[in-house]
């Protein structure tokens, strides 16, 4: 392959490589061994989320390898850097959690400016981790380049007596153990072979919900995301998207291209569709802001609300991500929405097919087991369901996958909780009633500030037996572990003045997610003279460094926690420059 296919004159990377005035730059090049042949092809940035923190980000670096080699191959230079990972399974139940949904928005910032810095032409990323993935995704739709996104790989389920365990069951066993229903040493156990590889967490939880919306989203290979991370196939998968992304810059096909309003309802399908993570209220709005499209939690809760659930995964189904690979992936789930018309098929894909042209090659059907049919689906409604009412006027979200119909419809009294070791502290010493709703409030984007995750309280009540005896609400939100009636993303959030800054403990709230409606029961007036009275945000310790200034630039959950402008606010597109 030569240069011939690609103009020079029009990508970034001429402005660091062409002209005697880029004499300086090219001998920086030199000096690492780039030739004068590489240093006139396109240079493609190989962005990885590769760290030591959590097995879902260690076999990254391994995985960027077979990138480049692809990228070789179809005539680019291939450049690898890395930026930061937060991972939510460690983060969880203290203080880091603080600075994870704050990671998702440093990755997209890092990997932009050092796209901008270097002058790429091009973007293949790497992710691993809850926030790692819908952050890269957001840089490539942010710097709008040609673009190809990889997921690192789910780690394999662990094994005891004989059944599949994962690091859901590790949370739920704390609950088991405060309940006195676990010894030291079956935790000690269970801890021990929980997590027994490389990847990230194996149910449908938020790596494996954005890794599915990747493919449904056209940024990824169709069925890349499927193979776990120690899968040495997983490195074919690497190198056709470096071969990939060099077609997408010689067809001059951008990330925006890919990503639009219809590409955006794919993705919400197959969240609804698998009982994805309500983390993708959040990310879905944050990559479509980036594109500049208006798409926000409440259009996702619609699509939610019309797809059925048909996909057997954890953890409101049986099954991890290992058997949704073995059973057909992303592209078996995508061909069954295909069939009941769910699906725009029209959509642009990273191979420069379309969505219908990529299925087309699929012949695999859906197994009955891991994946149902969508004529036959497990419930007719999607899995996640957004609400509102006078408690959540922006909106708030919950996941029912697994839940029966009875189980979707709570009244009790609020028991209110000002943050989250609050709650946690009481749910430990069983201080709260069957028929409660807890209310966990100052946790949102803001006022957290960082949006934390609730898992360890979550888990807590579920290893207590109590996930269906009581409901949980809060303007913060949920790992894509969580079982249980939990809506999360209350907006606004108490920090802005939202209704649930204004409710107190006893207050009756209703929670209807078949009906899609939240509210508490207090008129408009009483709501009101509460707001008169309201004194204002908490406090927090947080008055300087990263967290201070995230609290500062964040916007609301419903437009997806974003801390700039976006596409709409733009007066210039990087790869244009």
Known sequence: MTNARFDKTKLPSRHVTEGPERAPHRSYFYAMGISEEEIHQPWVGVATCWNEAAPCNIALNRQAQSVKMGVKKGGGTPREFTTITVTDGIAMGHEGMRSSLASRD???????????????????????????????????????????????????????NGKDVVVQDVFEAVGQHAAGNMTDAELAILERVAC?????????????????????????????????APYESRDQYGDFSGQAVMNLIEKNIRARDIVTRQSLENAARVVACTGGSTNAGLHLPAIAHEAGID???????????????????????????????????????????????????DCITASGRSLGEELDRIDREADGRVIHTVAKPITPTGGVVGLKGNLAPDGAIVKVAG?????????????????????????????????DVIVIRNEGPAGGPGMREMLSTTAALSGQG??????????????????????GHVGPEAAHGGPIALVRTGDVITIDAIKGEISVDLSDAELAERKGAWKGPRTNDYTAGALWKYAQLVGSARKGAVTHPGAQGESHVYMDQ
């Open 106 to 160: 440093a990755i997209a910032d890092t990997v932009e400016l050092t796209m901008r810095g270097h002058c790429y032409d091009a973007l293949v990323g790497l992710a691993g981790c809850d926030k790692s993935l819908p952050g890269m995704m957001m840089a490539m739709v942010r710097l709008n380049v040609p673009s190809v996104f990889i997921y690192g790989g789910s780690i394999l389920p662990g094994k005891l």
């Open 196 to 228: 027994p590889s490389a990847g990230a967490c194996g149910g449908q939880y938020t790596a494996n919900t954005m890794a599915c919306v990747s493919e449904a989203i056209g940024l990824a290979l169709l069925n890349s995301s499927g193979a776990p």
């Open 295 to 345: 798409f926000d939690l409440l259009d996702v809760c619609d699509i939610f609300r019309d797809t059925p659930y048909f996909v057997n995964l954890r953890p409101g189904g049986e099954y991890v991500a290992k058997d949704l690979h073995e059973a057909g992936g992303v592209p078996v789930v995508l061909k069954e929405l295909r069939k009941s018309g769910l699906l725009h098929e």
């Open 403 to 435: 839940m029966a119909a009875e189980d979707q419809v709570f009244t009790g009294p609020a028991r209110v909780f000002e943050c989250e070791e609050e709650a946690f502290e009481a749910v430990r010493k069983r201080e709260y009633a069957e028929g």
């Open 466 to 487: 109590m996930g269906k005896k009581v409901a949980l609400i809060t303007d913060g939100r949920f790992s894509g572990a969580t079982r249980g009636f939990c809506v």
